[in-house]
């Protein structure tokens, strides 16, 4: 039991290894999205992940300092989590079918991919599919 200004913090060795990890992503959020696709709606992307990295980060706290016996807040980071990875895996999906469907073309001696229909076809469906398995996940 950590204490910090007379308020009780209870974390767990997993509470503390989420907190970690998720500062840890927060931080590598715009390396990561710039490799798996560079382009004009990285922004987006990077402030998409890190606003999930504080979510994940605050909900651990709630659990610790406002609720510690309640099961909510550790519900609530179990499918914030969950939603995090199924962003990270459909990027990486994607990322995998542009380059064996897109169209490959070369800049300067640097090859990058742009869409094709059946790759942006092929993307919709398996960002679909990985949406309902974690819907799936987080009602179960």
């Not at 913090?9 to 927060?26: E, G, Q, R, W």
């Not at 990561?32 to 998409?48: D, Q």
């Not at 519900?75 to 490959?104: D, E, H």
Request: proline residues 4%; hydrophobic residues 55%.
């Amino acid at each position: 039991m950590l204490s910090s200004v007379g308020i009780p913090l209870m974390l767990s060795n997993v509470d503390v290894l989420t907190i970690i990890a998720s500062l840890i992503l927060f931080f590598a959020a715009r390396p990561i999205c710039n490799w798996l696709r560079p382009g004009s709606e990285l922004g987006a992307r990077v402030h998409m992940m890190r606003v999930l990295n504080f979510l994940i980060v605050a909900a651990v706290l709630l659990k610790a300092w406002v609720l510690p016996s309640s099961d909510l807040p550790a519900q609530i980071t179990n499918s914030l989590i969950v939603i995090y990875f199924s962003v990270i895996f459909a990027q990486i999906v994607n990322f995998v079918i542009r380059r064996r469907f897109g169209k490959p073309k070369t800049i300067n001696e640097k090859t990058t991919f742009s869409d094709t229909y059946a790759s942006r076809g092929l993307s919709l469906i398996a960002t679909a599919t990985v949406a309902i398995i974690a819907l799936v996940t987080c009602l179960r």
